[in-house]
């Protein structure tokens, strides 16, 4: 069977894009793509004439089949999203999957990541994250999953949509504490591309005051949750009692 190579596009600056994927993007016989007028601009920009054939949430589980049959025919193809990382809050998982199943190999080919961009930016932790993808769009759901998070010790990562970074930091102020380091990433490698970092409650006051700060694409990061001094040590006194304790055990 051919290989179904999983490429990375730009999030933004299209230099960002590697030599190999444009080969690869070259090379292939299809190229499986969310959006095949927006990947048409990339490939133009590029000089690349290699087909598109829509691959999207919506079709992706019947039309895999039909991405299958290609690759199991022995061509290769590539899969594409409209920015950055294929199946990184992006469609592919199902595709990846049948062709995995299939015996069809799956070749990453790396590159531009939003979330992996910010974090290595951020300045926060970034030996242990949890990234989140997109917080739900309600504001119940939403408030609900930050309450299972609010005692993660790991960095946090989420992406947000422009119009709801607002209400979603004044959730996470209210729910993580107004003192918890945030840093807002927007517009990754564009012309206003934007890092700040602040406690959740200036951060919310400065996105507030400043409407372009609610345009562009955001990252959102925020540092994990920390033990108040002391707490979950095992003090001597503790330790004392306990062995006072199990002294008393039969
Ligand atoms: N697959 C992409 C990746 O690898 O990052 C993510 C796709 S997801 C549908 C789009 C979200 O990614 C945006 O809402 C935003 O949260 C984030 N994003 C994408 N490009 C960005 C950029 N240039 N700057 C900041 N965030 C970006």
């Not at 230099?15 to 969310?34: G, P, Q, W």
């Not at 294929?86 to 998982?93: A, E, Q, T, W, Y």
């Amino acid at each position: 069977p051919g290989t179904l190579y999983v490429v990375a596009t730009p999030i933004g600056n299209l230099d960002d894009i590697s030599t190999r994927a444009l080969k690869v993007l070259r090379e292939v016989s299809l190229i499986a793509a969310e959006d095949t007028r927006h990947s048409m601009r990339l490939l133009q920009h590029f000089g690349i004439t290699t087909p598109l054939a829509a691959c999207h949430e919506h079709n992706e589980r019947d039309q895999g089949g039909r991405f299958l049959s290609r690759l199991q025919a022995g061509q290769d193809v590539a899969l594409i999203s409209d920015a950055g990382t294929p199946l990184i809050s992006d469609p592919g998982f199902h595709l990846v999957r049948q062709a995995r199943a299939a015996g069809v190999r799956v070749v990453p080919v790396p590159g531009s990541c939003a979330l992996i961009a910010a974090l290595s930016a951020a300045g926060l932790p970034s030996d242990r994250f949890v990234f989140e993808g997109f917080l739900p769009a309600k504001a119940v759901a939403r408030q609900a999953r930050l309450e299972q998070l609010k005692e993660e010790p790991r960095t946090l990562i989420f992406y947000e949509a422009p119009h709801r970074i607002l209400e979603c930091l004044e959730d996470l102020e209210r729910i993580m504490g107004g003192g918890r380091l945030a840093v807002l990433a927007r517009e990754l490698t564009k012309a206003f591309e934007t890092l700040k970092g602040l406690p959740l409650a200036e951060l919310r006051a400065w996105v507030a005051a400043d409407g372009n700060q609610q345009r562009g694409e955001c990252v959102l990061l925020l540092a994990g949750w920390q033990a108040p001094e002391g707490e979950g040590e095992i003090t001597t006194e503790a330790l004392r009692v306990l062995d006072l304790l199990l002294g008393e055990m039969p």
